[in-house]
């Protein structure tokens, strides 16, 4: 028994006519969200990293050498926009994770690179992160794994139309 079972029988007893099962799964994986991610922003405090900037440095390694995107690309691959990249690229730049440029190609644009010290910080903190991960997963077994990775595939797909 977990506070959804109750809050669903108290629903039951009140609303026998509304099929409310949904609040139990969704509000159960909306608990595990939270934890899932209060684990993931304590692993990227202690690298000096927020979410957003994890990510710019994560695309930004799994280009693979020179670990150079123009914003443009960064904005697609992390489905955000350009104004919102900026920020988050300021940030690193002055932190020394990454160095703008400007493109050699088209002079109106910038390539943003990973520097080594950039790259040091995402590996440490990828590992980290893989290894909390690896942990909060060890709660199910690897077919329930599968099973939630095919659920949560097929949800994500069929909400996006």
Known sequence: ??????????????????DLSPIGVFGRLAGVTRR???????????????QGEFDVLAALRRSGPPYTLIPSE????????????????DRLEAAGFVERALDTADRRSFRITLTEEGRRVIDE?????????????????????????????????????
């Open 36 to 50: 899932i991610e209060a684990a993931v922003e304590e692993v990227f405090a202690r690298h000096g990293l927020r």
């Open 1 to 18: 028994m977990d506070v959804f079972d109750g809050i669903l029988a108290a629903w039951q007893r009140e609303r026998p006519d509304l």
């Open 125 to 161: 903190t990828l590992t980290e992160h893989a290894a909390t991960l690896a942990r909060l997963a060890t709660t199910l077994s690897p077919e329930d794994t599968a099973t939630l990775d095919r659920i949560t595939r097929t949800m994500l797909t069929n909400l996006d139309h």
């Open 74 to 89: 960064l904005a697609a691959v992390l489905m955000m926009s350009r104004a919102g990249m900026t920020n988050r690229l």
